[in-house]
């Protein structure tokens, strides 16, 4: 492992801990409302919650591959690999998502959700690249991507508990 991977072991830990943890919360909340989740005309509910689910993945991915003892050009191709393979499933959610028409709530939220999202992808892949090429301050930037993507998914998993909450179950 190299050095610069040796002083992100603390954060990575608590990366995957952090990630594990709120996927296993996420699986909660969408068990408690599945009905109305799995209801024809909440495509844009379902389309969210595969959006978070993905975000916790990919960090909980992310710490994962930090810890395995790797240079950081490995490191930076798994980490490209990682996000690249997370952008389709996350792009048929978004068009699914933003093609949902029937439930009543401001779709202003799920487009900033989308295009948020694809914004982190972005800057996921520029860092990956930059892990990739043995520039290590890129370390920060995907870093922040996790713990932003981890803080965004909170925020997402909070309104789509409360936009659950608003759809009548059949």
């Known amino acids: 492992m190299t050095e610069e991977l040796v002083l992100w072991h603390d954060f990575n830990v608590a990366l995957v801990t952090a990630s594990a943890g709120l996927l296993g919360l996420l699986f909660v909340a969408l068990s408690i409302h599945v009905r109305a989740l799995t209801a024809r005309r909440n495509a844009e509910l379902r389309s969210v919650a595969r959006t978070i689910f993905l975000g916790y993945v990919v960090s909980l991915g992310i710490g994962f591959l930090a810890l395995l003892p790797q240079t950081l050009t490995a490191l930076g191709a798994e980490l490209l690999a990682l996000v690249l393979a997370a952008t389709l499933p996350f792009a048929a959610a978004a068009r699914n998502g933003l093609r949902a028409r029937g439930v009543g709530y401001d779709r202003r939220v799920t487009t900033l959700q989308f295009v948020a999202g694809f914004g982190l992808v ?49």
């Open 122 to 170: 972005i800057v996921t892949i520029a860092g990956s690249i930059g892990v990739a090429v043995g520039e290590s301050a890129a370390l920060y930037v995907i870093a922040g991507v996790a713990v932003v993507g981890l803080l965004w998914g909170v925020f997402n998993t909070w309104e789509l508990i409360f936009r659950t909450q608003g759809v009548n179950e059949p």
